[in-house]
C-alpha cells in the first residue's frame, strides 16, 4: 500500500459548441504511478445534463489486482462569478473492473450553454479537477523497477553517445563555460541561489513572509532555484493588471499556489491575496457585462431619436405652393 496523493489540475474545453463527437476526453495527467483524465459528454449521457468522469488512461501499465480508493472533485467553473461554478465530489474504488467514475448529472446543458451564464465564455468551458489517493493497492513491484531502470540507463547511454557524436569539443566547452557563467551570477538569498533579476524581488518576499520556506525541504540548488523562480513568477502574473488577466490566467494561478503548498511553502496570505483578485475580475466583469447593456441601450435610444428628429423635421417643413392650391 502507497501513500496518499493528491493533484489539482485545469481542463480548458475549446470550441465546446461545435464538438460533434459523443464524448471528449483531456490530456492525460500522471498523478502517483499511473495516468488518468476526465471525460465529459457534450450533449449528455443519457441525459440533458453535461456528463463528467474520471478514468484511468494507461490501464495496461497497472499490475493485476490494482485499486485505488479516490477522492475526486470536479468544479464547471463560471468565468463570470466564482461563486456560481458548480461542484461535486464522490470517493470510489477504482480498478480493473470499474477505471472509470464521475457525474452523470454535473450540469443542465440549458444552464451550460445559456447567453452570459458564464459557463461557456468566448466558446470555452473550464473545468477544473482535484484528485486525492486515500488508499493505494497494487504498484509496480521492485522487478519492474529494475527493470526500468535498466532500460532508462540503456537509453541514457545510447543519449550520452548521440551526443557525444554530435558536440564538438569546442562546443561542448562552449556549453560549460555558459553553465558556469549562469551558475556564477546567481546570488544566494536566504539559501536559494537566485537569478540578479529576481534578487529584489525574493528579498522583499522574505523580508515581509520570512517564514515561506520553512516548509520547504528540498536541498538540491536547482531545484530550489527552479521554484523560487517559479513563486516569483506567479507573483508578477498576479500583478498583471485586470485587463491582462484572464480566468484562465486566475485558474492556473490557483493551481500553481497549490503545487508550492505542497512542496512545503507557506503561500495562505497569497492565496488570500488571489481571492481578493478574483472578487475584483468578477466585478470587472459584472461591470462591463452592464455597461454593455447600457451602450446597447444608448445605441437603441440614439437611433430612436434620430428617427423621431426626421419625422419633426418632415412636419415642420413649409408647404409648397401646389400643396395649398
Same mark, same amino acid.
Request: hydrophobic content about 40%; charged content about 25%.
Given at each position: 500500500m502507497a501513500k496518499a496523493v493528491d493533484k489539482k489540475f485545469c481542463w480548458e474545453i475549446k470550441n465546446f459548441s461545435s464538438i460533434n463527437s459523443e464524448r471528449c476526453h483531456s490530456v492525460p495527467v500522471v498523478i502517483g504511478d499511473c495516468k488518468w483524465r476526465l471525460v465529459a459528454f457534450p450533449k449528455g449521457y443519457k441525459a440533458d445534463y453535461l456528463s463528467l468522469y474520471l478514468e484511468v488512461a494507461d490501464l495496461k501499465s497497472l499490475p493485476s489486482g490494482w485499486?485505488?480508493?479516490? =477522492?475526486?472533485?470536479?468544479?464547471?467553473?463560471?468565468?463570470?462569478?466564482?461563486?456560481?461554478?458548480?461542484?461535486?465530489?464522490?470517493?470510489?474504488?477504482?480498478?480493473?473492473?470499474?477505471?472509470?467514475?464521475?457525474?452523470?448529472?454535473?450540469?443542465?446543458?440549458?444552464?451550460?450553454?445559456? =447567453?452570459?451564464?458564464?459557463?461557456?465564455?468566448?466558446?470555452?468551458?473550464?473545468?477544473?479537477?482535484?484528485?486525492?489517493?486515500l488508499e493505494v493497492i497494487g504498484t509496480l513491484d521492485e522487478s519492474e523497477e529494475i527493470i526500468k531502470s535498466s532500460d532508462l540507463i540503456n537509453k541514457t547511454q545510447e543519449v550520452a553517445q548521440q551526443v557525444k557524436e554530435i558536440i564538438q569539443p569546442n562546443d561542448l566547452i562552449n556549453k560549460t563555460q555558459e553553465v558556469a557563467q549562469q551558475v556564477k551570477e546567481s546570488i544566494d538569498v536566504n539559501g536559494f541561489q537566485v537569478l540578479p533579476s529576481q534578487v529584489e524581488s525574493v528579498r522583499r518576499i522574505f523580508k515581509k513572509h520570512p517564514d515561506i520556506a520553512v516548509g520547504f525541504q528540498v536541498k538540491n540548488q536547482h531545484l530550489r532555484k527552479t521554484f523560487m523562480s517559479f513563486l516569483v513568477n506567479v507573483i508578477e502574473t498576479m500583478c498583471q493588471s485586470l485587463q491582462e488577466l484572464s480566468n484562465e490566467d486566475l485558474v492556473e494561478v490557483d493551481i500553481a499556489l497549490t503545487y508550492l503548498k505542497d512542496a512545503g511553502f507557506k503561500v495562505d496570505w497569497l492565496e488570500k491575496k488571489l481571492d481578493h483578485v478574483k472578487e475584483k475580475k468578477e466585478k470587472e466583469q459584472s461591470g462591463l457585462v452592464i455597461l454593455q447593456g447600457i451602450e446597447q441601450q444608448l445605441h437603441e435610444l440614439m437611433h430612436k431619436c434620430e428617427k423621431k428628429k426626421s419625422e419633426v423635421l418632415s412636419v415642420g417643413a413649409p408647404l409648397k405652393f401646389d400643396d395649398v392650391v
Amino acid at each position: 500500500m502507497a501513500k496518499a496523493v493528491d493533484k489539482k489540475f485545469c481542463w480548458e474545453i475549446k470550441n465546446f459548441s461545435s464538438i460533434n463527437s459523443e464524448r471528449c476526453h483531456s490530456v492525460p495527467v500522471v498523478i502517483g504511478d499511473c495516468k488518468w483524465r476526465l471525460v465529459a459528454f457534450p450533449k449528455g449521457y443519457k441525459a440533458d445534463y453535461l456528463s463528467l468522469y474520471l478514468e484511468v488512461a494507461d490501464l495496461k501499465s497497472l499490475p493485476s489486482g490494482w485499486r485505488r480508493y479516490v =477522492k475526486f472533485r470536479a468544479s464547471i467553473v463560471n468565468q463570470l462569478s466564482q461563486e456560481l461554478s458548480v461542484q461535486q465530489e464522490t470517493q470510489r474504488w477504482f480498478d480493473q473492473n470499474a477505471p472509470g467514475w464521475g457525474f452523470e448529472n454535473m450540469l443542465l446543458l440549458t444552464e451550460l450553454n445559456a =447567453k452570459d451564464g458564464g459557463f461557456l465564455v468566448n466558446g470555452q468551458v473550464m473545468i477544473v479537477a482535484e484528485v486525492e489517493f486515500l488508499e493505494v493497492i497494487g504498484t509496480l513491484d521492485e522487478s519492474e523497477e529494475i527493470i526500468k531502470s535498466s532500460d532508462l540507463i540503456n537509453k541514457t547511454q545510447e543519449v550520452a553517445q548521440q551526443v557525444k557524436e554530435i558536440i564538438q569539443p569546442n562546443d561542448l566547452i562552449n556549453k560549460t563555460q555558459e553553465v558556469a557563467q549562469q551558475v556564477k551570477e546567481s546570488i544566494d538569498v536566504n539559501g536559494f541561489q537566485v537569478l540578479p533579476s529576481q534578487v529584489e524581488s525574493v528579498r522583499r518576499i522574505f523580508k515581509k513572509h520570512p517564514d515561506i520556506a520553512v516548509g520547504f525541504q528540498v536541498k538540491n540548488q536547482h531545484l530550489r532555484k527552479t521554484f523560487m523562480s517559479f513563486l516569483v513568477n506567479v507573483i508578477e502574473t498576479m500583478c498583471q493588471s485586470l485587463q491582462e488577466l484572464s480566468n484562465e490566467d486566475l485558474v492556473e494561478v490557483d493551481i500553481a499556489l497549490t503545487y508550492l503548498k505542497d512542496a512545503g511553502f507557506k503561500v495562505d496570505w497569497l492565496e488570500k491575496k488571489l481571492d481578493h483578485v478574483k472578487e475584483k475580475k468578477e466585478k470587472e466583469q459584472s461591470g462591463l457585462v452592464i455597461l454593455q447593456g447600457i451602450e446597447q441601450q444608448l445605441h437603441e435610444l440614439m437611433h430612436k431619436c434620430e428617427k423621431k428628429k426626421s419625422e419633426v423635421l418632415s412636419v415642420g417643413a413649409p408647404l409648397k405652393f401646389d400643396d395649398v392650391v
